[in-house]
């Protein structure tokens, strides 16, 4: 990250600390048009995104971080529990599974992203059982 982004970053950071969400969306949607390659700028924008009851706003945002880095836990993650959020539940369980494979062992979690991975883990075999039970 750059000088210009980092400073970006750390205002919209602040903004969502504050809970002045409509500033961090503005600084990142700044920060993103003139750093585009920046992985952390679209995550934040996408959590921001999210937070505003933006859905289709932290999609794009996460197709503009997997562009970056398709095999990113974060947003693969994110964008699981977008689609459960949202009530897609087969495209969620199809993408915690994708998500999972990244996934780092638990014990490199932080606790809120243990919870999102166990979620992950039970929307995941449901379908998978559930298939199986079709079969």
């Known amino acids: 990250m750059n000088d210009e982004a980092t400073r970006a970053n750390q205002a919209a ?4 600390a504050a809970g002045n969400m409509p500033a961090a969306r503005a600084a ?6 003139r750093h585009r390659g920046d992985l ?3 995550l934040n924008l996408a ?7 933006d859905p289709e706003g932290s999609f794009q945002a ?3 971080a997997l562009a970056i880095d398709n095999r990113n836990f974060p947003a693969l993650l994110m964008q699981a529990a977008l689609l459960d959020r949202l009530g897609r539940p087969r495209e969620a369980a199809t ?8 996934a780092p062992p638990d014990d490199e ?3 809120p992203t243990r919870l999102a991975v166990a979620r992950a883990r039970e929307v995941h075999a449901e379908h998978v059982g559930a298939l199986g039970r079709h079969v």
Do not use: F, H, T
């Not at 950071?13 to 969502?16: E, G, K, V």
């Not at 990142?28 to 048009?33: D, I, K, M, P, T």
């Not at 959590?47 to 009851?53: A, E, F, G, S």
């Not at 993408?95 to 990244?102: E, M, P, W």
């Open 40 to 42: 952390r700028l679209w």
């Open 109 to 111: 979690l932080d606790a």
């Open 62 to 64: 996460l197709r503009e």
């Open 13 to 16: 950071l602040q903004a969502m």
């Open 47 to 53: 959590v921001v995104r999210r937070q505003l009851r």
């Open 28 to 33: 990142l949607e700044g920060a993103v048009a």
């Open 95 to 102: 993408a915690y599974g994708i998500a999972l494979v990244q």
